[in-house]
Nanobody, 122 residues
Framework: QVQLVESGGGLVQSGGSLTLSCAAS????????MGWFRQAPGKEREFVAV????????FYADSVKGRFTISRDNAKITVSLQMNSLKPEDTAVYYC???????????????WGQGTQVTVSS
């Protein structure tokens, strides 16, 4: 049984920064793709960023490119999302996900965390 636990969400002013972390337990995910998604009220869950098992390849949604950075620590089996220059439209519940064959497609991911709220005030 794999568990993903996100942390680091909170309230921040526009232009501020937050770092989200996702800790995995139950099975090693060193060889699995891991990603971040978000879901705002009334909207569908959308892709944010993804990282390859080795950490050498990353891919971002256009809306966050240049502002967010995904990274992973395979020794600790954690994945992080550094979010800079936050905007009110970044407000959402952010989810960590793992194991997929289609990096940007939410329903293809096998494991999900419970989500962490990020609120950006204007």
């Amino acid at each position: 049984q794999v568990q993903l636990v996100e942390s680091g969400g909170g309230l921040v002013q526009s232009g501020g920064s937050l770092t989200l972390s996702c800790a995995a337990s139950g099975r090693t995910l060193r060889e699995e793709v891991m990603g971040w998604f978000r879901q705002a009220p009334g909207k569908e869950r959308e892709f944010v960023a993804v990282i390859s098992p080795s950490g050498t390849t990353t891919f971002y949604a256009d809306s966050v490119k240049g502002r967010f950075t995904i990274s992973r620590d395979n020794a600790k089996i954690t994945v992080s999302l550094q979010m800079n220059s936050l905007k009110p439209e970044d407000t959402a519940v952010y989810y960590c996900a793992a194991e997929t064959t289609e990096w940007a497609v939410p329903h293809q991911y096998k494991y999900w965390g419970q989500g962490t709220q990020v609120t950006v005030s204007s």
